[in-house]
């Protein structure tokens, strides 16, 4: 091959979309990410809020983390957009289902766009998978219905009962882990990224108020996540939404379009064990367990902590810090 013929092919492979060399996400310690920002609380007046209706946080290369602005809904659950080779996945869809008001499928295009010129390559197919059936998980799913490139895994679906199945979904070199994590909710998954060493749990686990309504379920499912993180190597939980302040015990009023003070969305993940220990002591009682980084409620309804105020907290675990 001459040299100018030598050039040419060099040119055409490198700016070509599709021909570039491929990331194998293969790596001996986790890919790096960054958590040093504050995500957006919401404001005292909510029909005064000026930030934007959605935050866009690129943890990674190929990693981002969205979040709901608190003013557009109170629950300010947290999204997760993640690339492969071939595919790309949205985990949770948010609470609010109007694209005038919480335009998720106009920001997730947007990003899209942005990563693949980055990365010099064609869109990826979009896979649009709600990590539970939540109204705060499912919202938006129509906002993602009959677009060509993108394909709904929605609760109750065939397809979904065939990911958990497989028990793995991969979006071209990056594999992720499905678990089955019934319990707060029945339609309940979570993902383990092994390239980035992130366990997303979703509504199963949170800085929150974890309201159980399947005991024994949800004592499995906290066993299955243990058992994982005593097998490989997890970095951050990654949860759907905050309700704790950083205040050890002290959550954020029910339905509070204004949260400073927010604990961290990253959770270690020795806190599973922490979870599955205070469940054991529950033993299927009517119990409130008040845990620094998370509240466990058993045999009650959210509403049993009205406007953040526990109606029944057992004496032995009071503390000056319970609302």
């Given at each position: 091959?001459?040299?100018?013929?030598?050039?040419?092919?060099?040119v055409?492979?490198?700016?070509?979309p599709?021909?570039?060399a491929?990331?194998?996400?293969?790596?001996e310690?986790?890919?790096?990410?960054?958590?040093?920002?504050?995500?957006?609380?919401?404001?005292?007046?909510?029909?005064?809020?000026?930030?934007?209706?959605?935050q866009?946080?690129?943890?990674?290369?190929?990693?981002y983390?969205?979040?709901?602005?608190?003013?557009i809904?109170?629950?300010?659950?947290?999204m997760?957009?993640?690339?492969?080779?071939?595919?790309?996945?949205?985990?949770?869809?948010?609470?609010?289902?109007?694209?005038?008001?919480?335009?998720?499928r106009?920001?997730?295009?947007k990003?899209?766009?942005?990563?693949?010129?980055?990365q010099?390559?064609?869109?990826?197919?979009?896979?649009?998978?709600p990590?539970?059936?939540?109204?705060?998980?499912?919202?938006?799913?129509?906002?993602?219905?009959?677009?060509?490139?993108?394909?709904?895994?929605a609760?109750?679906?065939?397809?979904?009962?065939?990911?958990?199945?497989?028990?793995?979904?991969?979006?071209g070199?990056?594999?992720?882990?499905?678990?089955?994590?019934?319990?707060?909710?029945?339609?309940?998954?979570?993902?383990?990224?092994?390239?980035?060493?992130l366990?997303?749990?979703?509504?199963?686990?949170?800085?929150g108020?974890?309201?159980?309504?399947?005991?024994?379920?949800?004592?499995?499912?906290?066993?299955?996540l243990?058992?994982?993180?005593?097998?490989?190597?997890?970095?951050?939980?990654f949860?759907?939404?905050?309700?704790?302040?950083?205040?050890?015990?002290?959550?954020?009023?029910?339905?509070?379009?204004y949260?400073?003070?927010e604990?961290?969305?990253?959770?270690?993940?020795?806190?599973?064990e922490t979870?599955?220990?205070?469940?054991?002591?529950?033993?299927?009682?009517?119990?409130?367990?008040?845990l620094?980084?998370?509240?466990?409620m058993?045999?009650?309804g959210?509403?049993?902590?009205?406007?953040g105020?526990?109606?029944?907290?057992p004496?032995?675990?009071?503390?000056?810090?319970?609302r």
């Open positions: 091959m001459s040299v100018r013929n030598l050039y040419l092919f060099f055409i492979v490198t700016t070509t599709g021909l570039l491929q990331e194998d996400f293969v790596r310690s986790p890919a790096p990410g960054n958590l040093r920002f504050t995500w957006i609380h919401g404001s005292v007046s909510a029909k005064a809020n000026t930030d934007v209706r959605i866009v946080h690129r943890y990674n290369e190929h990693t983390i969205l979040r709901q602005n608190p003013a809904h109170w629950e300010a659950p947290f997760y957009l993640l690339m492969g080779n071939e595919r790309a996945v949205l985990l949770d869809t948010g609470a609010t289902e109007e694209e005038e008001l919480f335009p998720l106009e920001t997730v295009d990003v899209l766009r942005r990563w693949s010129s980055a010099n390559v064609e869109m990826p197919e979009l896979l649009v998978l990590l539970g059936s939540d109204q705060s998980q499912t919202a938006a799913l129509a906002q993602f219905a009959n677009k060509p490139y993108a394909t709904v895994i609760p109750g679906s065939g397809e979904r009962a065939s990911l958990v199945t497989q028990q793995q979904l991969d979006l070199g990056r594999v992720l882990s499905v678990i089955p994590t019934p319990g707060l909710d029945a339609s309940s998954i979570t993902l383990y990224d092994p390239w980035g060493d366990l997303l749990t979703g509504n199963a686990f949170y800085p108020r974890l309201v159980i309504r399947d005991f024994q379920a949800y004592r499995n499912s906290l066993n299955s243990v058992q994982l993180i005593d097998e490989e190597s997890v970095s951050y939980v949860g759907g939404r905050i309700e704790m302040t950083n205040r050890p015990g002290l959550d954020h009023r029910l339905r509070s379009n949260r400073p003070g604990h961290s969305l990253q959770l270690e993940p020795k806190l599973l979870a599955l220990q205070a469940v054991n002591l529950i033993n299927g009682e009517t119990d409130i367990r008040i620094d980084d998370f509240i466990l058993n045999g009650v959210r509403g049993a902590r009205d406007w105020f526990p109606v029944y907290t004496e032995a675990f009071t503390t000056p810090n319970t």
